[in-house]
């Protein structure tokens, strides 16, 4: 008899769970870790460049936006451009070989002492979301890079068994083009080679953003993208948690065990446009308050998924309590047309972001979605389309790889604190990664770095200089692992 995914999801939920509530009980234990400032001065700590030297590139890089006051860098914008050219010069201060492929991916690396070896790929992205901070997707990129250096000031780089690749991915984010994960999914094969035509709001498609910057790109190049999974080892990612976990538990680093599927939904609503002041309220046929009605019911479908979704074989009570815990729905852009304040709108277009790390429970969830919301603008006479713009499964991090890392933090934080009596944090993620197209390529296993109050897209969010320094530190002993 085939096993529910829905109750294969519950087992999950129960041990996680357990997990977070184990962790909770040792966590006043834990407090904060770097009281003792004598660490400072540390050789084997290597601070100038774990700490020093990747906080100031991480400020450096948090400068570089396309917006005047705030952070902003999508897809081969010109500031994406400019902070793929520092990272390449800092991957060249790191010893590694570098280029860019036609994705616009920053790659660099090392072969060490056998480059026909299978190879370990560290990355993550270099755009960011509009009004970001500093730390997500750059955190990974320098973390990586600054334990390379050190390596290589350690004359040690050449003694790596595997070769070492860091990619700067370009496209984590998917604000540009709505479609995430552009770049690692290139490398990972996953890419449709119609992404390529996907455009952007003044009509521009990928392929002519990677024109104008001399990268010229066809469907067959895209698919010469794909690395040979014989030619990799794993694929491994430092990312701030952009949650409040490890803060609540006095750690700075913690281990993920898996990231949650997430579909990306355009909502198009279109009604009769209109003199605000001469068409009678009966006789309206307005997409502005259909879309508000229709944001309303998917609010209350993922607060209370077990008042609509029905109990059929694939679902019952245990498996959408457990859908209920990592479910959650996000309506972040709206836009209407003709936008002012005396007409009644003739159209209205709103955006959906769905989670929940049960694949099957994210299914359900948008099919009754959009049984609802067409039956809602049936009723209020106004037409409506759902387009399914960004999906991606939920991953499960391989236990090998979680081991090692878990292996690697511990190290780290020992070598910082002195001593540590309680056991790394192991967390789910409900933010997107590019560890999830690689997982199609090969297995995959993310660190995660406290942040303060768990904020992250947002100029608020802030990694302690420390912490950096442990995620570098994290990160080197997991490379030496490789020797
Ligand atoms: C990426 O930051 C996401 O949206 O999860
Ligand atoms: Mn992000
Ligand atoms: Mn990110």
């Not at 529910?4 to 129960?14: A, G, K, L, Q, Y």
Request: aromatic share 6%; net charge negative.
């Amino acid at each position: 008899m085939a096993v529910s995914p829905f109750t294969r999801r519950s087992v999950m939920t129960i041990l996680f769970d357990y997990l977070a509530l184990s962790l909770l009980s040792t966590a006043a234990s834990a407090g904060s870790m770097f009281s003792d400032t004598g660490i400072s001065s540390r050789s084997d700590l290597f601070g100038e460049i774990l700490r020093d030297e990747a906080v100031a590139r991480l400020n450096e890089l948090g400068k570089v936006s396309d917006a005047d006051g705030y952070l902003e860098r999508t897809f081969m914008s010109p500031a994406s451009v400019r902070v793929g050219n520092l990272i390449r010069g800092w991957m060249e201060d790191a010893g590694l070989r570098t280029w860019v492929d036609q994705m616009g991916n920053v790659h660099g690396r090392v072969e060490g002492m056998n480059a026909n070896a299978a190879a370990l790929l560290i990355g993550s992205h270099l755009d960011t979301v509009v009004d970001a901070g500093i730390f997500d997707g750059s955190l990974g990129i320098i973390s990586a890079l600054s334990a390379l250096k050190v390596l290589k000031t350690n004359g040690t780089l050449g003694k790596l068994r595997r070769p070492i690749e860091v990619i700067a991915f370009c496209d984590e984010e998917g604000v540009r083009f709505q479609s995430t994960f552009l770049g690692s999914a290139a490398v990972a094969g996953i890419l449709p080679a119609t992404a390529l035509q996907i455009s952007d709001k003044s009509g521009v498609t990928v392929q002519d953003v990677l024109k104008e910057n001399s990268i010229e790109i066809s469907e067959e190049t895209l698919l010469q993208l794909k690395y040979d999974p014989g030619s990799v080892w794993g694929y491994v990612e430092v990312h701030i948690e952009q949650g409040p976990v490890l803060e609540r538990l006095g750690f700075p680093l913690g281990v993920v065990r898996g990231i949650a599927g997430q579909t990306r939904l355009k909502v198009t609503v279109r009604g009769s446009q209109g003199h605000a002041g001469t068409v009678p309220m009966s006789m309206r046929q307005d997409p502005m308050a259909a879309a508000a009605e229709l944001i309303v019911l998917l609010e209350r479908l993922c607060k209370h998924p077990k008042d609509f979704l029905s109990f059929d074989g694939h679902c019952n009570d245990i498996s959408v309590e457990s859908l209920s815990n990592s479910l959650v729905c996000t309506v972040g852009e709206i836009s209407t047309w003709p936008s002012a304040s005396n007409v009644i709108p003739g159209q209205v277009t709103f955006t959906v972001d769905l989670r929940a790390m049960d694949d099957m429970g994210r299914e359900s969830v948008i099919y009754e979605l959009s049984n609802q919301m067409y039956q809602i603008c049936e009723r209020r006479s106004v037409s409506c389309v759902v387009d399914r713009k960004h999906d991606a499964n939920a991953v499960i991090c391989d236990s090998e790889l979680r081991s090692q890392l878990k292996a690697a933090a511990y190290s780290a934080l020992k070598k910082m604190a002195g001593e540590i009596q309680d056991e790394i944090p192991a967390l789910m993620s409900g933010a997107g990664h590019d560890a999830m197209p690689m997982s199609h390529l090969t297995k995959v296993g993310m660190l995660f770095v406290r942040c303060r109050g768990g904020i992250s897209h947002s100029p608020a969010e802030h990694v302690l200089d420390d912490d950096v320094w442990a995620a570098g530190l994290a990160i080197l002993a997991f490379l030496e692992t490789h020797m």
